[in-house]
Each structure stands twice: as structure tokens, then as C-alpha cells.
């Protein structure tokens, strides 16, 4: 029944769920070691089984599989499956996703070594792995959606994982409620597949796009759209919830009040990607319409550049990471919009390690500051913590993008791939991603400068205790460290300009620019070589570098002067352009003002008063007189059925004419 | 000859067990009863393996047709030899607990057990009544068997006395089409229609008296008044058999008067089944709201479900629409209900001790607590009975459901589910007892250990068929190509 393909991938998305059972379920009787034992087991076997399918596939040249293995039901032409689809894209997602996270697995031995809920933070890292996997490898709709909402609801309950926590509560709530807004869009996406496709698998909705591209559909009154457009525009509604775009980007920062390690893992490496990875795989929907490529692109360039300005007023270590998370995930979908969709999925790689790899630094930090989050009580870490300032020190260089790592391959090309962009909206999108390079700078080297060099601004106390990590945290910091550098220098010539992707995604002649820039490749040296010769990126970054050396150490009251002159636009950033006040204002105040008048109006008299029990009463006091015919007299019984009869009689014979009633 | 009998082979080694199970009961001392259980249980399942091994591809006749052999027929003896076998599994235990172990219930048991396999493969009018008679009459008994009880023998005399009258009006509607018609043979009467369709009315009359008949075999209202109280007073295990196995039996019979004798007065049939399919909704699941004991409201839902599985029956003229006869929707609906009704019934066995009866809806209360497993089961019954997803339940509504739409009747439909929503609250308030009220005892389930495994695998059996109903639905289908 089964061939070694389906085995083998029943297993990489079983193994993490088994353990994440075993784990929560079992986790009493297993104890700490045991729940740490069985979840790393599945994580690892998952990783293994992903390794071996990636050999397969891009090294052996494995043509695309597509299968289902169970079918959930079928009614008329419409059926729910499970099936997967193991072609270039999803087991590049896969090897990144099960390799992230294994390392955080082993991390969060050390870092939650102390929380009473030890068991259960397996349990759900575990979980949600597997709704990840699920996610990528689905070959339909539905079972995309499943993986989208569940690993939704493990995000939800990890950011709530210190549920004593008020803001713990409220960040996740928030996470919930905005992720809901994308989702919705999303949903209507999909409906709108099965709609026009009748069909929710990939290989039936990809085939019929070409035939649909012409069709128009007629959303209000009569504004006409084109209805690929309104398919992608819906579908990236939902990726904008779940890759934190402008404006449904204000439940990220707030998220980094679960632990570290899903800071690191869902994050920054893998759920917030899954917007980016959803688009990829659309691709072929995506490029029927030009002017959703347009909405993505503009959509990813604002949140690339603004949001990184607003890590540059943080002072959380967290924080300013997980702005720098937002601003990245902006330039991956601006390479979406431009249709260099190898150039996202290549960043969305190297940002998986260099950002987990950060996140991983700062929670190594934060165990050695003793969970103290605020870098301007920091300082001067260098001599304490070697290992973490490496480690930091490398994932800058590549979050940044210095020619060598493989942060630089993934963004320059990016940014090159814009450049050559023909539609409108790609010169807007270029400048902000060539400012976003000095903002980039700007802000990481402020926080390592803040963080590790400079005066000592801790306490006393903190001070004697401050001590380098265990090996269980830094051992995974190195592991993350070496993809960090060198993962871009192997996988970009043949990811980008390679045959690699072949067939998992589509881009149309007009759209591919990744094609014109293979024209003039020449091997990675020469991307670092023309990087010197053509240095306008390169000047950009050492500018960024460069202020933050002059504001962070040499001139350390600097920064304060300039918000005071500039108060305005300090003030704006602060308040992160206003987001959430007017988020908090208008929709949760005016939902809540809406909802109390509902509640006593609608609920509390209509429904509840009138409807509800209005009903319920009158049912049950029916109920209680009708009983009342079932006296309990048999002569009773026995007359009814007669009446029955007789009714029955009375009206059917009647119906034909009594007329005929003769033997 | 020789193939006619090996075609009623299993009927014949049934009675035979049968019969020699009275006379084996009558020597055995009283302290070794549970001999004649394992053997009745025995009988059964020869009887089944004999089915099985003996299923009918197609449809054939036996001594001068008054006897069919046909996949539903064989289907259909299936089924009810299974439930059957969960039956006795659950009575023996109650009828030990409350030390009223009997031969009798085994033997009489497997003597209406006799009498649904012959109303299912029934070939005439006579062989129908044959097969209902000692069916009934064993029911009758069954319930009497109590005999201190004096519900018990209030509910036998009821039910005695009604199930008189409604065997006398079959009778008399069995005399009226005989008159006109002049067979017996129910493919003589059907042919006999067609070609005499001036004698209309005479036959409707004739058909009246049939149908009113099976309305009280299966409890569709206003012929329900016997089942609740019958329900109640008789023992819980006569009980856990009148709701499940004979609805089976009832529905095989339905379709050999509907089907095999009647398909051209489908119009007033359907027009009577619809008046009695809607009645039955209403009341039963209206009345069931107003009941505090769990085998009275377990009764009312019984009348509740027999009114959506006439819609099945109803629905039979889809067949050319979708190639599926609406039949097949209600051969599932009732082997899924007699298999939610054994649980149900189970539970309360399950749940009793002796000298209580665990039949107050008070005895639920704070159940979770005392015993989550158990508690799980119950609540799979409730919201199967509901019709919750992903429960069998919920498929059986679907299908029937589906079926009433395609045949055009869309306002049944939606009257279906207006009154499904409001029997959801009578099964879903046991639950709220289970798990949100407070104790009232804290006494222990005391069941045997085989008592709580088979009930634990009637509860998945119904969680495994709503999560994959093809298995039992393909069958169905597959049967019921009449």
C-alpha cells in the first residue's frame, strides 16, 4: 500500500506528533528527562527522514511526487484529503523547519531548565512542528488550512505559556485576534478557489489557472475585478497576518513575551514564514495578476523599511529582534511581489538560521543577565560571555548582509532582483530596501554594541552572577552559527539561477528577473567581488555600522540629544506610528462598545429575553402539557390509535373518492 | 426440496438450539444458568456464521414463494444476530445483578429472534404475520418476565392488550387486499395493482389498516402510546431488546409491504408515512424535554428517531435521481440507531446495581468526576443519538437528510432539523449533568469487567463508523439494490 516515499513522509510528520502526545499526555509519567527524551527522539528521526527525502529529490533528481494517503471524505465531485507533495520547494521548507527545530528542542533543555512547565513547553514545541510540516508538505487546500490554523493555536498557546502573566494573556489574545483577520482573508481566498476551480488541489487549481486568467467577477454593486486577483489578494490577506505585514504586523512584537526559544522558533524562523512559503507556492496563481504582485510588493517594501526604523527606539533585546524579524520578512515578500520567488524562499532560509541563531544569543543573554531583557543595563558582555558574542557577532554580520554570509547572497540578490523589476510599484520598493540596508546596520550593531561592548550598566548583583551559558545552549548557537555563514556561499548559484525549483514554481517570461540576473552570474566570488566594485549596498551598510559605532560608543549621550532635537519623529517611532493606539481605540474599544450595546440590547432582551428562552419556555411548558396525554389509561391508548386510524382513513380514502369503496 | 431447506438452514438450527435450550434449561440447577447463556449465545453465533457463509447474491424463492432469500433479507438477519449478541451480553449481566437469571429470557429471546429472521425473508402476507406474531408474543412475555415487578406486569398487559389490537388490524387490512386481490403472494398483490387500478380506493382502505399496523410495530406516533410506558416498567434489558433488534425486523417488514407488495401505491403510503414521520419528530422529541427518567426520555427519543427513519423509507423514490435508493439511508439509520440504542440501554445497565435502577437522570450527575472513561462513553452515545459530527449519528441524519432533499421534499427536511436541534437538548443535557453538576453519590460503577469491555466497544464501534460510515454506508447500498 505503501511505497518509501509515502513511509517515509508518514514518518517525518508522525514523529513529532507521537512525541508531542507522549509528552503532554504522558509527560506526569515520563518526568522532565523522559519528555525531553521522546520529543527530541521525534524531532530528530523527523530531521533525519527530511535530510533523506532532500537527498532524494535535489541531489538524486527525484521527480515530483504528489499523493494522498487517507481520504477524510468525499461528497460529490468534493473530497477532503491528506496528501502530501514532495517536490524542490517543500523539502527545502522541510529540512529548514525539522533542522530550526531540533537545535531549539536542545536548547530548550537549558533555557527552560528551571519552568515548572518543562513537560508541556516540549509538548507544544513538538506540536508544532508537526503543524508546520503539515503545512508545507499538504498537496490541497484544506489540509494547508489545517496546518495554517493549527500552527495558529500553538503560536496562541505558546505566547500565553507564562499564563500568570497579564501581558502574556493580552499578547496572545492579540496574536489571536489579528491572526483572525488574515485568516478570514485567507478562508475567502480559498473559498473562492473551490468556487471557480471546483477543486482543492494544488495539481487541478494550478492546471486551470491559464484558463481562468481572463475571467472578471463582479464583487459590489459594479466594481468588476479580475478574478485571480481578488483569489491572490484574499490568499495574501492571510499571509499578511501570519508573516506580520503591514498592517497586521502589530501582533509580533508583543509575541516575544513567550520564552526565547519560540521567539526563535515560531517567530522568527518558522511559522512567520509560512505566509512567504504559502505565496511561493501559489506562484503560479500569483502570476496571473499583475496587480496583486503589485499590492505584495508594496505591502512588503513599507513593512521592510518602516519597520525596521521602529527597531532603532527599542531598548528590549527582543524587541528590536523582532522588528528586525518584520523588517526582513518585508524584503521576502517584496521578492514575491517581484516574482524572484527563489530569491524569498533562499532568504527565507538563511534569515531561518541567522535569526534563530540571534534570538538563541539573546536568550542566552537574558539567562545570563538573569531574565533581564533591557540592553541599556547591559554592556561590556564581551568578557563574560565569549561564546554568545561570537555567535551574536556572526549573526549580525549576516543579518546585516556582509559580503561572505549568507545573509549577503539572499538580500543583495533581492535587492538586484528589484532593481530589474517592471512593474510600478518595484522603484518604490527598491528605495526602501536600500535605506532598510543602513537601518539594518544601524540597528544590529546597536545592539551588539549595546549589549556586549561599552560601560558595564548593570547591577551589582547582576553583575557577580553574570557567567557564559551551558553547553546545551551554546552547542546549538554554534550549530546555527556555521549554516549562519556559509549556507548561502553552496545554495545560491543553484537555488537562484540553477534549475532547482523546477517545476514547484512558476514565473512567467515578462516576470523573471531571476533569469536576466543569471545572465551575468559568475559564481559566488563574483557576487562578492562586484559587491566591491559596485559598492553603493556595501557603503550603505558600513553608514549604518558607522553611526551606530559613533552613537553607541564613542558618543554614548549622542542618541538622547537627537530624540531631544528631533522630538516629532522620536515621538512617532515610539509610538510605533500609532498602530496600536488606534488599534486599541477604534477596534478593540469600538468592538467592545459595540459588543456591550449588542450584549444588552440584542443578547441580553432580544435574543436571550424573546428568542432563547422565550422558546425554551414555551417548548418545555408544551412539553409539559402534551406529557399529559399519556395518561397511562389503556382505554386512552387504545383510543388514539383508533383515531388515528380513523384520521388516516378519513383522509386518504377520501382523497381517491369514497365513490369507489365497493368489494 | 433439498435446496429450499438449506436455504432457511439457519432458521432451522436456530429453532432447533431454540428448542433444545428449553428442555436443556429445565434440568439444569439454578446456580449453573449462566450454561444456558453461553449456549443461547452460541446459537447465535452459528446462526450468523450460517448467514454469512450461506449470503444471498441474489434473490430467490422457497417453498411455493411464501419464503425470499435475497441481500437484504440476508443483510438485514445479519445485523440483528449481531445486536442480539451485545443484547444478551449486557442482559446477563442485569438479569444476575438483579437476580432474575432466567432461562426463559434466553430462550424466548432466541425465539423472536426466530421471528424477525422469517419477518425479513417474507414472501406473502401469512408468512409476515407469522413471523410478527412470535415475535410479539415473545416480546410480551419478556416483558411480563418480571413477575414482581408490577410496572412490569402493568407495562406486559399494555403492551399485550395494544399489540392485540394492532395484530387485529393487520389482520384485517391482511383480509381486505386477500379479498380483493385474491394472493397472498406479495409480488402477485404488487402485479395485481398495476393492472386493476380501478379497485384503488378498496386497496388504499386495505392499505390504511397495514400501515397503521407497522406504525405501532415501530412507534410512530399516534401508535406509540405502549413504548414509553413499556420502556419504563419493563426490565432494562427487555427494554435494550424492544428498542433495537425488532426495529430492525420492523423496517425489513416495512419494506416488504412498501416494496415488494405496494411500489404502486406509493403515493399514498408516502402520504401516510409523512403525517406519521412528522408527528413522530414533534412529539418525540418535544415530550422527551419533560422527562426525568432516562429510560422514559431514552423511549421518547426511540419515537423521535423512528419518525426520520420513515423519512429514509419516504425517500425511496430517488432512486432513479441518484442511483441510490433511499432505502439504503434508512437500513444505515436503523442499524446505527439500534446500535446507539443498546448503548444507551447498556449504559443504564451499567450504571445500575441491585435494588437501583440507575434510571433517574439524577443518577448522571457529576459522572465525569467518578469515572472520566465512562462518562466519555456515555457522552459518545448522547451526541451520537443527537447527531453530532463526527459520531454516526450525525452521518445517519446526513444521508437521510440528503436522500429527503433529492426526492424534492426540502420543507421535510427542514422540519427534520428544526426538530433534531430541539431533541439535541433532552441528549445534551445528560451530558451537562456528567460534567458540570456536582455528585449527588459517590458510589462506584460495579460492573463486570466483560460488561465494561463490551460497552467500551459499542462506544468506539459508533466514534469508528462516524469516521468512516463508507464502510457500513457501501454496504447498505449494495444490499438494498432492490
Not at chain 1, 517570461?509 to 566594485?533: K, M
Request: glycine share 8%; hydrophobic share 55%; with cysteine.
Amino acid at each position: 500500500m505503501f511505497n518509501d516515499l509515502q513511509t517515509l513522509c508518514l514518518v517525518i510528520v508522525l514523529a513529532p506528533l507521537a512525541g508531542a502526545l507522549l509528552a503532554g499526555l504522558g509527560g506526569g509519567i515520563l518526568g522532565r528527562a523522559g519528555a525531553h527524551t521522546v520529543t527530541i527522539l521525534g524531532v530528530l528521526v523527523a530531521t533525519i527522514c527530511s535530510f533523506v527525502v532532500f537527498k532524494q529529490v535535489i541531489v538524486d533528481g527525484m521527480p515530483p511526487a504528489d499523493f494522498t494517503v487517507y481520504e477524510w471524505l468525499s461528497s460529490g465531485n468534493f473530497s477532503l484529503q491528506v496528501g502530501f507533495l514532495i517536490d524542490p520547494l517543500t523539502v527545502t521548507m522541510m529540512s529548514v523547519v525539522t533542522f530550526v527545530s531540533l537545535m531549539i528542542h536542545v536548547y530548550t533543555i537549558g533555557y527552560m531548565h528551571d519552568d515548572p512547565g518543562y513537560t508541556r513547553f516540549f509538548s507544544y514545541i513538538s506540536l508544532f512542528t508537526f503543524a508546520m510540516l503539515m503545512l508545507v508538505m499538504a498537496n490541497n487546500f484544506m489540509q494547508l488550512f489545517f496546518g495554517w490554523e493549527a500552527v495558529g493555536v500553538v503560536s496562541y498557546l505558546l505566547i500565553g505559556f507564562w499564563y500568570q502573566r497579564e501581558s502574556a494573556i493580552f499578547a496572545n489574545l492579540k496574536a489571536f485576534l489579528v491572526n483572525r483577520v488574515g485568516d478570514f482573508g485567507f478562508l475567502i481566498g480559498i473559498a473562492a478557489v473551490l468556487m471557480y476551480f471546483n477543486s482543492l488541489d494544488y495539481a487541478d487549481v494550478f492546471a486551470g489557472a491559464p484558463d481562468l486568467a481572463g475571467q472578471q467577477i463582479t464583487l459590489y454593486g459594479t466594481e468588476v475585478w479580475s478574478v485571480m486577483t481578488f483569489i491572490c489578494i484574499c490568499l495574501f490577506i492571510g499571509a499578511m497576518g501570519k508573516s506580520a505585514q503591514v498592517p497586521l504586523h502589530v501582533w509580533l512584537p508583543d509575541s516575544m513575551e513567550g520564552p526565547t526559544p519560540i521567539s526563535a522558533l515560531i517567530h522568527a524562523a518558522t511559522m512567520v514564514t509560512a505566509g512567504i512559503f504559502m505565496v511561493a507556492r501559489m506562484s503560479p496563481l500569483f502570476e496571473f495578476s499583475e496587480t496583486a504582485l503589485n499590492f505584495v510588493m508594496f505591502i512588503g517594501a513599507v513593512t521592510a523599511l518602516f519597520m525596521g526604523l521602529l527597531g532603532l527606539v527599542q531598548n528590549d533585546i527582543k524587541r528590536v529582534i523582532a522588528y528586525s524579524t518584520l523588517s526582513q520578512l518585508g524584503y521576502m515578500t517584496v521578492a514575491l511581489g517581484a516574482s524572484a520567488y527563489a530569491a524569498a524562499i533562499f532568504h527565507l532560509a538563511t534569515h531561518a538560521f541567522f535569526k534563530a541563531l540571534l534570538f538563541l544569543a539573546a536568550g542566552s543573554v537574558i539567562i545570563g543577565m538573569h531574565h533581564e531583557q533591557d540592553m541599556r543595563k547591559m554592556g561590556g558582555l564581551y568578557r563574560y560571555m565569549p561564546v554568545t558574542w561570537i555567535c551574536c557577532f556572526l549573526g549580525t554580520l549576516a543579518l546585516i548582509g556582509f559580503p561572505g554570509t549568507s545573509g549577503f547572497f539572499s538580500k543583495d540578490m533581492i535587492i538586484e532582483a528589484v532593481h530589474l523589476s517592471t512593474l510600478p510599484a518595484a522603484g518604490f520598493a527598491y528605495w526602501s530596501l536600500v535605506i532598510g540596508v543602513i537601518v539594518t546596520a544601524l540597528y544590529s550593531f546597536r545592539l551588539f554594541f549595546m549589549t556586549f561592548h561599552g560601560s558595564e550598566r548593570m547591577d551589582r548583583d547582576t553583575w557577580e552572577h553574570i557567567h557564559e551559558s551551558p553547553a546545551v545552549v551554546w552547542v546549538p548557537l554554534c550549530a546555527l552559527a556555521i549554516p549562519s555563514i556559509f549556507i548561502g556561499l553552496f545554495l545560491v548559484g543553484p537555488m537562484l539561477f540553477e534549475n532547482y525549483f523546477a517545476g514547484s514554481i512558476l514565473v512567467q517570461e515578462q516576470h523573471n528577473v531571476l533569469a536576466t540576473l543569471g545572465e551575468d552570474y559568475h559564481g559566488p566570488w563574483g557576487l562578492i567581488v562586484h559587491s566591491f566594485t559596485s559598492p553603493m549596498i556595501l557603503l550603505c551598510m558600513a553608514t549604518g555600522i558607522f553611526l551606530a559605532w559613533i552613537g553607541y560608543l564613542k558618543q554614548p549621550d549622542l542618541p538622547g540629544k537627537l530624540a531631544g532635537w528631533l522630538k516629532w519623529p522620536y515621538r512617532v517611532l515610539v509610538n510605533k506610528y500609532g498602530f496600536d493606539a488606534f488599534n486599541q481605540i477604534i477596534f478593540a474599544g469600538g468592538a467592545r462598545k459595540l459588543g456591550a450595546l449588542l450584549w444588552q440590547i440584542g443578547d441580553v432582551k432580544l435574543i436571550d429575553g424573546l428568542v432563547v428562552n422565550g422558546t425554551a419556555l414555551t417548548v418545555r411548558w408544551f412539553s409539559g402539557v402534551i406529557r399529559h396525554l399519556q395518561t397511562g389509561y389503556l382505554y386512552h391508548y387504545a383510543f388514539a390509535m383508533i383515531i388515528g386510524l380513523v384520521f388516516l382513513l378519513v383522509f386518504f380514502v377520501h382523497r381517491i373518492g369514497f365513490a369507489g369503496l365497493t368489494p | 426440496m433439498l435446496i429450499e431447506l438449506q436455504m432457511i438452514l439457519p432458521e432451522i438450527v436456530l429453532m432447533s438450539m431454540a428448542c433444545a435450550l428449553l428442555v436443556f434449561d429445565a434440568f439444569i440447577p439454578s446456580e449453573r444458568r449462566h450454561l444456558t447463556y453461553l449456549l443461547a449465545q452460541l446459537a447465535l453465533l452459528v446462526t450468523a456464521v450460517l448467514v454469512v457463509a450461506s449470503f444471498p447474491q441474489i434473490t430467490e424463492y422457497a417453498f411455493n414463494r411464501t419464503f425470499v432469500d435475497d441481500p437484504m433479507s440476508g443483510a438485514v438477519k445479519a445485523f440483528i444476530l449481531v445486536i442480539t449478541l451485545f443484547i444478551f451480553f449486557y442482559s446477563h449481566d442485569y438479569l444476575k445483578e438483579h437476580g432474575i437469571l432466567k432461562g426463559e429470557y434466553f430462550v424466548l429471546g432466541l425465539f423472536a429472534v426466530l421471528g424477525m429472521m422469517i419477518m425479513a425473508s417474507a414472501g406473502s402476507l401469512l408468512t409476515i404475520y407469522l413471523g410478527l406474531e412470535l415475535l410479539s408474543l415473545c416480546l410480551y412475555a419478556m416483558v411480563a418476565m418480571h413477575r414482581d415487578s408490577p410496572p412490569a406486569s402493568e407495562a406486559a398487559m399494555k403492551y399485550f392488550v395494544l399489540g392485540a389490537l394492532a395484530s387485529g388490524l393487520l389482520l384485517y387490512g391482511i383480509s381486505i387486499i386477500y379479498g380483493i386481490s385474491g394472493t397472498l403472494d406479495l409480488q402477485e398483490i404488487n402485479n395485481y395493482i398495476l393492472y386493476n387500478s380501478e379497485r384503488l380506493p378498496m386497496l388504499v382502505y386495505g392499505l390504511v389498516f397495514i400501515i397503521v399496523a407497522i406504525a405501532f410495530k415501530l412507534g410512530a406516533v399516534p401508535f406509540h402510546m405502549w413504548i414509553p410506558d413499556v420502556y419504563q416498567g419493563a426490565p432494562t434489558s427487555v427494554t435494550l431488546f424492544i428498542s433495537s433488534a425488532p426495529k430492525i425486523a420492523a423496517f425489513a417488514m416495512t419494506i416488504r409491504f412498501v416494496n415488494d407488495a405496494f411500489m404502486h401505491l406509493t403515493p399514498e403510503w408516502q402520504g401516510i408515512l409523512i403525517i406519521l414521520s412528522i408527528l413522530s419528530m414533534a412529539m418525540g422529541n418535544i415530550i422527551a424535554i419533560a422527562q426525568s427518567n432516562i429510560k422514559r426520555m431514552l423511549a421518547y427519543s426511540t419515537i423521535a428517531h423512528i419518525g426520520f427513519l420513515l423519512l429514509g423509507i419516504i425517500s425511496s423514490q430517488s432512486v432513479s435521481a441518484t442511483g441510490v435508493t433511499g432505502f439504503a439511508d434508512a437500513l444505515f439509520y436503523v442499524v446505527t440507531y439500534a446500535l446507539m440504542s443498546i448503548g444507551a440501554f447498556g449504559f443504564v445497565i451499567l450504571m445500575g446495581r441491585k435494588g437501583h435502577e440507575a434510571d433517574e437522570l439524577d443518577d448522571y450527575k457529576g459522572l465525569a468526576d467518578k469515572n472520566p472513561w465512562f462518562a466519555l462513553i456515555m457522552l459518545i452515545f448522547m451526541f451520537s443519538l443527537a447527531g453530532v459530527p463526527p459520531f454516526v449519528g450525525f452521518w445517519a441524519k446526513w444521508f437521510v437528510l440528503k436522500e429527503i432533499v433529492a426526492t424534492g421534499l426540502a420543507p421535510l427536511a427542514v422540519i427534520a432539523v428544526v426538530f433534531s436541534i430541539i431533541g439535541a437538548y433532552y441528549y445534551l443535557r445528560v451530558v451537562k449533568l456528567m460534567y458540570f453538576d456536582k455528585p449527588v453519590s459517590m458510589t462506584a460503577i460495579k460492573a463486570t469487567q466483560t460488561m465494561r469491555a463490551v460497552i467500551s466497544l459499542n462506544g468506539l464501534a459508533i466514534l469508528l463508523l462516524g469516521v468512516s460510515p463508507g464502510l457500513l454506508m457501501t454496504f447498505c447500498i449494495e444490499v438494498m439494490k432492490l
